[in-house]
Structure formats: structure tokens, C-alpha cells
């Protein structure tokens, strides 16, 4: 149903720009400092990098899902296949949903806040009028959101123009005015490979692949893609690279006008920097434009998990209302009203720090995590032409991938893992209680059983 009624309007370009536009947001701006001051010296680098690994091998299990199965959803159609439609795949899918509700406002909320804390470097906000502001830009990232997918698809180049500006200025900055090459000679100055280090970087990590989260949003919007068993892995995998190249030139560029030490302590660290370089004038234009890439980040997030419920209630595994496209503009209108209302609450009540984390924790064992697993055993039932993209060295990248989410799910701290269990058991329960209003997986077996008996 959802390939009927939703058209394949988006390009590699347009796609792309959607995944970088997630990916970028406010999250590298304001993770910088936190991320030198965990690692409390000059090799700080190696954190994004490791972000940057994790990101290339899991994106491997998500562009042979997402070219097998390009559908509106994602991973909701990846869990569905993996454990089976008519089996422990419903359930699955159905946790993947669910999470989603409370996760995907908990993204748009985090940038969303973000977006306010760092405007406080323009105009020093209280805290009531920082809420205010982050509530308002949900409300306009809806607004603008509601139209056809081919407006959007403009807006989102429209958008990811400002990004590259910002990036490009922030990088020839340093090269410009800094010894650009110094953190780079120094990067090991006083590196040590024991506990602590490693501590360290999995606590480091944490922030780095959360500004690296977003290069599978394409996979969200698998029934809008031109040519999508090429175009999905294409776009995730040219988005990786790109955000990686920049985020490390970016972080050289900032460490070789500022010092580590001083950067660590900073929350407007790019802005300082660039005020360092260029003047207060400068730095406030400089700032207008980090503003303008949270703002792109905000837009594409909502956009592609505004998808999700709307593919799960098609399949007739979620709330119907959820299916409902708009009449004329003919996309999922009633999601992107339930998931950006939720998201303004979250952004009114939540604080930044607590957010990154809390979605990380989240969404790990379920979506990530799980995923994986149901990759490699689609690889084991199904014929090896249904996977248009095939990984090298497969299995090994999966494997990978999952012991990497795992170090990450440990840092994220045992209260946050604790909070996602807590999730995670509350949408089993509910899904065994709607199964049994329904008959569906595991009663209907039972009962087909039964009657056979």
C-alpha cells in the first residue's frame, strides 16, 4: 500500500542532502567540548574517528536492508522481514514503533534544544524564554514540513547549502589563521593505552556517534527514492564520508586556534573561534549559520520518522489514524502532527545532555542491535539476489557493528540503560495484550493449535 500511494521523488543528490542535513545538525558544535573534555587531551580526535568506524560498518547492514526492502519505515520493515511477518517479526516491528514515539520526539527535542542554547551566544536567554524558543522551532520545522515530498526535496538542498557554507568557513578559518597541521603533530602527546583511555573514548563516543546518527535516514524514506538498491547505499555512504572529512577538519581547524584545554570549557567554542579569527561581528554571522544548520538538521530528522508510524499503521500493525495521507499534499500528515506535538513537549521539559544519551540507550538493543541479527539471519533463509547491495567480508562487519554498539550502550550509564529496558518491557507487554485482543502472534498460533487438536 505505502508504494502505491507514496512516489519516488528524491534523487541521490536530494537524498544525500536529507542524510547530511540529520547528520551535521547542532550536534558537532555543541559535542565538541564535551567530547575534548572527556578525553582531557590532544588525541580527542581518535573519538570521532571511532564514531566515524562504527558509522561505515553499520551502514553496511543498512544499505543490504534498505536496497532489499525500500519501503516507507526503515527499520520497521527490516524487523518485520528479519523475524518474519507472521511471527516474532511482529513483535519486534511493533517494539521498533513503539520506541519510536518516545525516541524520535526525544532527536527532534535534542536539536531542538541545542538550537536554543547555542542562539543564547547572540541573546542571553533565561531559562523560560530558552524553552520558548526551542517549542517555536518545532512548531516551524511542522509548518514547514507540511507539503509535497518534491517541495521538501528543494528545501532540503535549500538547506544543506548553509550547512557546506558554514562548514567550509569554519575549516578555512583554521587554515587560514591557525597552524593547522599542529593537532595533528601532537595528537599523541601524552597518550597512554590503558583503562582509562579506553574509558574515556567509550564515554567520548557516546557524543561523537550521536553526531553521527542520521546517515540510515534515507532508509526512513525508502518509498521516495529514485532507483533505491542503489541510491539508498550510495547516499549513506557518500553522507559518511563527507560528515567525517568535515567534522575532523573542523575539529583541527578549532584546535589549532584554541587551545584544547581552553576548548574543553567553552559551550560556544566554533563561535569563539571564528570571533578569534575575524571579529564579533564575524562570530555572530558565524552563529546565525551554525543556527541555520541545527534548524536543517530539526527538518530532516522530523522528516523521515514522521514515516515510521505511518508504515507501521498501513500494515495494519499500528493506530489506523496513522496511515492517513493528506488528501491533496499526499503525505502522512496525521505522524508528522502526533511525533513533532510530542516533540514539543519533550523540548519544553528535557535538558540536552540527558537527551543524547537517553537516545542512544533507547534505540541500541531493538533497532541497531537487532537488526543486525536479523540481517544475518535473512542471509541464512533468503536467496543471495534478494540483497542488491552485498557487504565485503560479510559477516565480519556485523559483527563488528554489534560489539561497538554494545561499548556504546555500557557508556551510555547504567541509568539509561536501565530507562531503555524499562521501554523496552513496557511495549512487550502492550504488544502481547493488543496480540491477544487480535488474535495475533504468538495467540493465533496457539489457538490455530488448539482447533487442530
Same mark, same amino acid.
Given at each position: ?19 547530511? *542535513? ?61 523475524? %518474519? ?41 533565561? *531559562? ?18 507540511? &507539503? ?17 557554507? *558554514? ?46 546518527? %542520521? ?17 539508498? +547505499? ?24 584554541? +587551545? ?18 575575524? %571579529? ?47 488528501? *491533496? ?33 533507547? &534505540? ?17 533463509? &533468503? ?29 551510555? %550509564? ?40
Amino acid at each position: 500500500m505505502s508504494e502505491i500511494v507514496l512516489q519516488r521523488r528524491l534523487g541521490l543528490a536530494q537524498a544525500t542532502a536529507i542524510n547530511m *542535513t540529520d547528520m551535521v545538525g547542532i550536534g558537532p558544535f555543541i559535542t565538541l567540548p564535551m567530547v575534548i573534555g572527556m578525553m582531557n587531551g590532544p588525541y580527542f580526535l581518535y573519538a570521532w574517528l571511532a564514531g566515524a568506524v562504527l558509522s561505515v560498518v553499520d551502514a553496511m547492514v543498512w544499505s543490504e536492508l534498505g536496497a532489499a526492502f525500500p519501503k516507507a519505515g526503515g527499520s520497521y520493515n527490516f524487523l518485520k522481514e528479519a523475524y %518474519g511477518k507472521n511471527g516474532a517479526g511482529k513483535l519486534m516491528s511493533f517494539l521498533f514503533v513503539w520506541q519510536t514515539m518516545i525516541q524520535a520526539p526525544l532527536v527532534i527535542a535534542s536539536a531542538a534544544i541545542g538550537f536554543a542554547k547555542y542562539f543564547s551566544y547572540l541573546i542571553p536567554l533565561s *531559562t523560560l524564554n530558552s524553552k520558548i524558543v526551542s517549542g517555536l522551532l518545532v512548531i516551524l520545522i511542522i509548518v514547514l514540513l507540511y &507539503r509535497k515530498i518534491e517541495a521538501i526535496g528543494k528545501i532540503s538542498m535549500l538547506l544543506w547549502s548553509g550547512v557546506i557554507v *558554514t562548514m567550509l568557513w569554519i575549516i578555512g578559518g583554521g587554515i587560514a589563521h591557525g597552524n593547522f597541521l599542529s593537532p595533528i603533530k601532537h595528537l599523541n602527546d601524552g597518550l597512554t593505552l590503558n583503562y582509562a583511555f579506553v574509558t574515556a573514548l567509550g564515554f567520548a563516543s557516546v557524543k561523537t556517534v550521536y553526531s553521527f546518527l %542520521g546517515y540510515y535516514n534515507v532508509c526512513h524514506l525508502g518509498g521516495e527514492i529514485k532507483n533505491p538498491s542503489k541510491n539508498i +547505499p550510495r547516499s549513506m555512504f557518500i553522507s559518511i564520508a563527507g560528515i567525517t572529512v568535515l567534522y575532523l577538519m573542523m575539529n583541527i581547524s578549532v584546535a589549532s586556534v584554541i +587551545p584544547w584545554q581552553i576548548a574543553k570549557g567553552s559551550e560556544f567554542v566554533v563561535s569563539i573561534f571564528i570571533e578569534q579569527i575575524a %571579529g564579533s561581528t564575524s562570530a555572530k554571522i558565524a552563529t546565525c549559520l551554525i543556527l541555520w544548520v541545527a534548524f536543517a538538521s530539526v527538518f530532516s530528522a522530523t522528516l523521515g520518522y514522521s514515516r515510521i508510524p505511518y508504515a507501521a499503521a498501513t500494515d495494519g500493525a499500528f493506530f489506523k489514524v496513522f496511515a492517513r495521507l493528506h488528501p *491533496t499534499k499526499k503525505f502522512p500528515h496525521i505522524s508528522l502532527l502526533v511525533l513533532g506535538s510530542i516533540a514539543f513537549i519533550f523540548s519544553l521539559l528535557f535538558k540536552l545532555s540527558d537527551v543524547i544519551n537517553a537516545i542512544l540507550a533507547m &534505540r541500541i538493543l531493538i533497532q541497531f542491535i537487532g537488526q543486525a541479527i536479523g540481517l544475518l539471519l535473512l542471509r541464512r533463509t &533468503r536467496d543471495k539476489r534478494d540483497f542488491p547491495y552485498k557487504m565485503p567480508l560479510f559477516p565480519w562487519p556485523v559483527y563488528i557493528a554489534m560489539l561497538m554498539w554494545l561499548g556504546i550502550l555500557l557508556s551510555t %550509564g547504567c541509568k539509561m540503560i536501565i530507562s531503555g529496558m524499562i521501554v523496552i518491557f513496557t511495549g512487550i507487554i502492550l504488544y502481547f495484550i493488543k496480540a491477544r485482543i487480535n488474535k495475533e502472534w504468538p495467540f493465533q498460533l496457539k489457538e490455530n493449535n488448539l482447533i487442530q487438536l
